[in-house]
Structures are given as structure tokens and as C-alpha cells.
């Protein structure tokens, strides 16, 4: 699950609005007219030469001004009293809007993404029936107090401003459901922001937070919640009061520890902890049943608590780049996982419950410290793709054959000496990656494998007549080094 903050696609999935307008969405994203209702005005010139705008119809309910460059907005623009959208989007020479904006009591969607405007004027806040205000991407350094008098805002983009904080009147917007305030210059939220009990959607990544309210937990309607890329060091124990939460993305803070309370997400279907300083995880995390995606990478994880194999619906994994010895003995109780991603850790084996993962696709061990190969993994019958680069294996043992669903198999940088007779009963295997390993001698049981179609491997290694033999059985496949 990818969340997109895109107010042009909130608004196309408005259907409702969109007919009322009589307006019906284009291939581009920008809706388009169906009816007369619409106007496209392509010479903004046009707009700034009509003194009162006396040569448009006052009547249209549409106005989108995005081909030619606008300097400024006319105080006339006051007079379409019937607009109720209107778009200046990528105007980069709009600094301001004039006070009469306001004068537009009809107005629901207000696009003004990519201009120059700098301020708002303190009018905006009378547009009483405004539901769409789109500000991304422009010069905004602070906000209106009156920006909380727009009681019906559903959807507020301030996203890529250069916002040090906001006005504890934001808490007034009781309507708003999605919120996009990432990439900004905010360092604190105000305590009042805790007062949005209809948000659903908040976007703070790429921020200078360092904390969060303790009542933090009052956006009870919240579904989705990006913070990555801030400097959080904790989360308020109020998180847990998020019951309808179901994406969280933490990653990139500073990170040291999780409280017990994240155990209370019980909605939580993706949670992203990667790059944070992660030691342990609680044992509430073992909780989080609706939990489907973990990413908790590049952190200094040493091992799992026992509980976390009571997440019985995870599907995708990533454990990479910890520092984790040994999984959890239970840890085959993960039975719906799909996905392991355990490389760059300094796992020497794997636990014998491994072999329950029954729908496990793909594994990934690479650079650890694996001196023997997992013959535990030999049990996961679903095993599509496995990688063991980077261990210190000498030997494979008969049990790998059981693999029988095996298309990719990756043996780079180990210390293997042979490959045994029984590799070419992997009637499936499609990819096989030998190179940097010890040959005493070319491995006579690759020309049999004539299933192949990716064999990468040090030709240099072995002598010239043995590849060229082997080019000559294995017609169907690539061989020789790996080329990206």
C-alpha cells in the first residue's frame, strides 16, 4: 500500500462534485467540459485586459487560468459570484491573490498549485463552502488565522511550502478528512491539531519534528500516516489510540525505541520503521494481527521478541541490515509470509521452524554468516527464489533438491568447491549465480542442466574447451558474468 497525496486525484474520485459541475475527468487529470458551464480561459491576457470582465458571462461555474502567466489576479474576479471551481495551477508568477477572493461564496475547489503566492489574504477565510484548497508547491512562509474558518474543508494541500508551523486555528477544521503537509520547515504541531477528529489522511514526511503532541491520539478517524523523514527520537503513548489506523510510516527518524502502545493499532495493515536506531521491539508488536507489511531495515535490531511469530497475517518481511544472530524459535508460526528479506544481518542458521512457511516465495540470506546451507529452507516446498550471497557455504546437500519450485538461485561469493549431481533435478530453476566461489573443477553436472536460462558464473575460471561445451549443450541460455 502506497499512499498518493494528490489533490487532483482526490477531486477526479469526487464523483459528486464532478456532476454537479456538469464536468467529467480528462486523460490528463484536469476535467474537462461536457457542458457550457465550463470555461478555459488558454490567454490569461485576456482575463487581466477584461476591466470588469464585462466579455465573460459572470454565470460560468468553472474557471481555469493555467496557460499564460499571470502577474496578478483583478479585484473583478470577485464578481463571479456562480464559481465554484477554479484553478490557476502553475501561474509561478502569482505572488498574491486579491482580498475580494473572498467575495466567492460558491467557490468548493480552489487549485493553486506551483504559483508564487507567498500569503493568503485574511479573506480566505470566508469562502464558507470551500472543499478542496490545493496550495502545493508554492512560496508560503505562514498561514491566516482564518484559514480555520473554512468549516466545510475536506482536503488541504500545503505540501513543499516553507511553513515553520501552523496557526492553532487549523484545529478549527472539523470537516477535514486529508492533509498534506509534507515538506515544510515544521518543528512542532500545535496541541489544538489533535482536534481533527474527521482527518483520514496526514502527510508529514520531510519535516524537522522532533516530537509530537502528547494527544497526539485525538485523530482518532486517522487511516493513514506518513512521518518519515523527520527527526522523531519517540512516539507519545497516545499512538495506540489510533484504532483505524492502517498505514504507518516511520522510517528515517531517530528512533530508539517503540512504546508498548503501538501493540494497540489493531487496524495497522503496513508499518514502515527502516533507518532508525531500533534495538528491540517491544513484545506488544505481536499484536498488530491485521498487520500485513513490516519494514523495519537498517536499524541495530540483535534479535525478535518470541511474540513477534503471533503476527499471523504478516505476507512481506524486511530484516535487512540489522544485526540479528538468531530468529525466534516459533518463528515458522508466520505461516501467511510470502516475503523474507534477512540480508546484511549475522545469522549463522536458521531455525528449524523455517520449513512451516509454507507460502514463502522468496528468501533472501544474503551477506550473513552462513557456513552451512540452510537445510531447513530445503522444507519450504513454494521457495521461488533464494539467496545465499555472500555466506561461506562449501557444500550443498541433497536435501536442496526438494525445491522443486525454485526459478532463482543465487550462490555468488561463497566458498563452494562442487556442485553435486542431484542440482539438476531443480527441473524448475531458471537462474543460477556461481561466481567468486573456490571450483577445484568444473562442475560436470551443469551440462545437464539444459533448464536454465541465466547461468552466470567466472568463465575465466575454467578452461575455454569446458565453456564452450557448455555453450554448445545449453543452447537457451545466457551464460557467463553477471551484467546488470
Do not use: H
Amino acid at each position: 500500500m502506497k499512499l498518493s497525496f494528490s489533490l487532483c486525484l482526490w477531486l477526479l474520485s469526487n464523483s459528486i462534485l464532478l456532476a454537479q459541475l456538469n464536468m467529467s475527468p480528462g486523460p490528463s487529470g484536469q476535467a474537462k467540459a461536457v457542458k457550457e458551464q465550463y470555461l478555459d480561459l488558454e490567454d490569461g491576457r485576456r482575463l487581466l485586459q477584461a476591466e470588469r470582465l464585462a466579455d465573460l458571462d459572470i454565470s460560468y461555474q468553472a474557471l481555469v487560468l493555467e496557460e499564460e502567466a499571470l502577474s496578478e489576479l483583478p479585484a473583478t474576479i470577485g464578481q463571479y459570484s456562480e464559481l465554484r471551481y477554479l484553478s490557476l495551477w502553475g501561474q509561478e508568477t502569482l505572488e498574491e491573490l486579491p482580498e475580494e477572493i473572498g467575495q466567492l461564496q460558491n467557490l468548493e475547489v480552489l487549485i493553486l498549485n506551483s504559483t508564487g503566492i507567498k500569503r493568503l489574504p485574511a479573506s480566505i477565510g470566508q469562502l464558507q463552502n470551500l472543499r478542496i484548497l490545493d496550495l502545493g508547491n508554492c512560496q508560503l512562509q505562514e498561514l491566516p488565522e482564518g484559514l480555520g474558518q473554512l468549516q466545510n474543508l475536506e482536503a488541504l494541500n500545503l505540501s513543499a511550502n516553507q511553513l515553520e508551523e501552523l496557526p492553532p486555528s487549523i484545529g478549527q477544521l472539523q470537516a477535514l478528512k486529508m492533509a498534506d503537509l509534507s515538506s515544510n520547515r515544521l518543528q512542532e504541531l500545535p496541541n489544538e491539531f489533535s482536534q481533527l477528529t474527521q482527518l483520514e489522511e496526514l502527510a508529514l514526511e520531510n519535516n524537522l519534528l522532533s516530537f509530537l503532541p502528547s494527544n497526539f491520539g485525538g485523530l482518532v478517524a486517522l487511516k493513514t500516516l506518513v512521518l518519515a523523514e523527520n527527526q522523531l527520537d519517540q512516539l507519545p503513548a497516545s499512538l495506540g489510540q489510533l484504532k483505524q489506523l492502517e498505514l504507518l510510516e516511520l522510517q528515517d527518524n531517530d528512533l530508539g525505541q517503540l512504546p508498548a502502545q503501538i501493540g494497540q493499532l489493531q487496524s495497522l495493515v503496513e508499518l514502515d520503521l527502516s533507518d532508525n536506531f531500533l534495538q528491540q521491539l517491544p513484545p506488544e508488536i505481536g499484536q498488530l494481527q491485521a498487520l500485513k507489511s513490516l519494514f523495519i531495515t537498517e536499524n541495530e535490531l540483535q534479535q525478535l521478541p518470541a511474540e513477534f511469530a503471533q503476527l499471523k497475517n504478516l505476507q512481506e518481511l524486511q530484516l535487512q541490515e540489522n544485526k540479528l544472530t538468531a530468529l525466534p524459535r516459533n518463528f515458522g508460526k508466520l505461516s501467511q509470509l510470502e516475503e523474507l528479506q534477512l540480508s546484511e544481518n549475522k545469522l549463522e542458521a536458521l531455525p528449524k521452524s523455517i520449513k512451516r512457511l509454507k507460502k514463502l516465495s522468496s528468501l533472501n540470506l544474503s551477506n550473513n554468516e552462513i557456513y552451512l546451507f540452510p537445510k531447513n529452507a530445503s522444507g519450504i516446498k513454494n521457495l521461488i527464489a533464494l539467496d545465499l550471497e555472500g555466506n561461506y557455504i562449501e557444500e550443498l546437500p541433497e536435501e536442496i533438491q526438494e525445491l522443486q519450485n525454485l526459478e532463482f538461485l543465487i550462490l555468488y561469493d561463497n566458498e563452494l568447491r562442487n556442485l553435486p549431481p542431484y542440482l539438476q533435478d531443480l527441473s524448475a530453476l531458471r537462474r543460477l549465480d556461481i561466481s567468486d566461489n573456490e571450483f577445484e573443477a568444473f562442475p560436470e553436472v551443469l551440462y545437464q542442466m539444459r533448464q536454465l536460462k541465466d547461468l552466470i558464473l567466472n568463465v575465466d575460471q575454467f578452461e575455454p574447451t569446458k565453456i564452450q561445451t557448455l555453450k554448445n549443450r545449453l543452447l537457451n541460455c545466457n551464460i557467463g558474468a553477471y551484467e546488470g
